[in-house]
């Protein structure tokens, strides 16, 4: 009997050793806090990957996401859930402030959370695709797209336990509620109206991560904000179509400069960099590269206007092709996916002068009379400074200079050159 209870509490030490790190309290000395305030991106993705591991390595008892986005790319979305599905630290998604909204991506983002809370006043949902230049995609593709992210996003919810029906009309129907409309729904687990009151609610709730659960306990604990850094903030300002647009067009202007005047160096490089760093973008945002390769037919027709003679039809036709590949590189619905009209606008207006501008400076260049050399004497006026026999002294240009003139002159008179024959100046009467 002894020997049955020493079994029985050998036994139970043994379960309490196994369960104690499965059930412990977070022994975290910081909350971590950051802000995304933007569309989902390739930089997004990067910020928030950074700021997971720094809340891993630090001793950060949760990471809050303070969110606010309208969505943006599927491939960032899926980094940043799958980022967050193996956090080794809780991950906190807060829908806040009041009046934003965690739409399209941003709401698998939530749903992927440990603890998912929105502050009164916000919105989440509308999570249908749409294809690469914001406009609906094909039928059969888009029945694949959709079954797809209804697949993935239903694996997310079930793994946090959240209505799943609701998940599926997110995204096929489009659906979006309220934050008291969720929260009914249980799609997320909590409303608070400020960060105060979202530490006091998640304090002391159990939250199950890969490899084991834990209770929260962050109340009274500091809070630390994660500020972007210099290249995080490069990464996303590059992702804004308006920044890839200006640095498109830029790129473009410098190295039409360089190719009508070589020699220049200084737009050369400026428009190099200026392309790379365009394609970069390119690669994060929906392209249409029909619009783009209009826009580069419009600088082969400004650079064809130098060598021909086409009396300002290239630069029309130029001027034309550019602002229809404005319009159509960037065609997404979204606002935040396409060029906005205040930048659109006075930008195709400042180059297309540009251009002009340029083109017609070397046209004329070209068709000037020449400056320097014999042949920029013909036309020059002087003056009759000796005359001896047939043969005459002119001052032309500052220079004295022999010459002839078929009608009789005399010292002093003004003379117009019309021609130079071996180093001699053909003078008429003036």
């Known amino acids: 009997m002894m020997f049955k209870v020493k079994k029985l509490i050998i036994l139970a030490i043994v379960a309490l050793v196994l369960l104690i790190p499965l059930m412990s309290g977070a022994e975290g000395t910081h909350i971590n806090v950051i802000t995304v305030s933007d569309s989902i991106n390739p930089g997004t993705a990067e910020f928030i990957e950074k700021a997971v591991k720094t809340s891993e390595e630090d001793g950060s008892a ?36 009041s009046g934003a909204q965690a739409a399209s991506a941003g709401t698998m983002i939530t749903l992927a959370a440990h603890i998912a809370a929105m502050a009164p006043g916000t919105n989440i949902g509308a999570a249908h695709p749409v294809g690469p230049g914001g406009k609906d995609v094909q039928k059969t593709m888009s029945e694949k797209i959709v079954n797809d992210l209804v697949a993935f996003t239903k694996s997310i919810a079930a793994q946090r336990k959240r209505n799943l029906k609701w998940v599926e009309k997110a995204i096929r129907k489009s659906e979006s509620i309220t934050a008291s409309e969720a929260l009914k729904l249980k799609v997320i687990d909590l409303i608070a109206k400020d960060m105060d009151e979202l530490v ?3 304090d002391g709730r159990k939250v199950k991560l890969i490899n084991r659960t834990i ?14 850094t210099f290249r995080d903030r490069i990464l996303r300002t590059l992702s804004d179509p308006n920044i890839a647009y200006i640095l498109m067009m830029i790129g473009l202007a410098g190295l039409y400069f360089e190719l009508a005047h070589p020699g220049a160096i200084l737009p050369g490089v400026v428009g190099g960099i200026s392309l790379i760093l365009a394609f970069f973008a390119f690669q994060t945002l929906p392209v249409n590269y029909a619009g783009f390769l209009l826009i580069a037919l419009a600088i082969i027709f400004f650079i064809l206007e130098i060598k021909v003679t086409s009396y300002g039809m290239l630069s029309i036709a130029g001027v034309i092709s550019l602002v229809l590949g404005s319009l ?11 060029v906005s009209y205040q930048v659109l606008v006075p930008t195709v207006v400042g180059v297309s002068i540009f251009f002009v501008a340029v083109a017609s400076l070397a046209f004329k260049a070209q068709i000037a009379k020449p400056k320097t050399g014999s042949l920029g004497l013909i036309g020059e006026v002087g003056e009759v400074m000796e005359i001896r026999d047939s043969r005459i002294k002119i001052f032309v240009h500052g220079e004295i200079w022999n010459g002839e003139c078929e009608a009789p002159v005399r010292v002093g008179d003004r003379v117009r050159v019309v021609d130079v024959k071996n180093l001699k100046l053909i003078v008429e009467k003036i």
Do not use: H, W
């Open 62 to 97: 949760c990471l809050v996401i303070q969110l606010d986005t309208p969505g943006g790319l599927v491939t960032s979305m899926k980094k940043i859930v799958k980022t967050i599905l193996n956090s080794k630290v809780p991950i906190v998604v807060y829908v806040s402030p």
């Open 200 to 202: 006091e609610k998640i």
């Open 328 to 338: 159509m590189i960037f065609p997404a619905k979204e606002d935040y996916l396409r």
């Open 215 to 228: 209770v929260l306990r962050v109340k009274g604990l500091p809070r630390t904000v994660i500020k972007e």
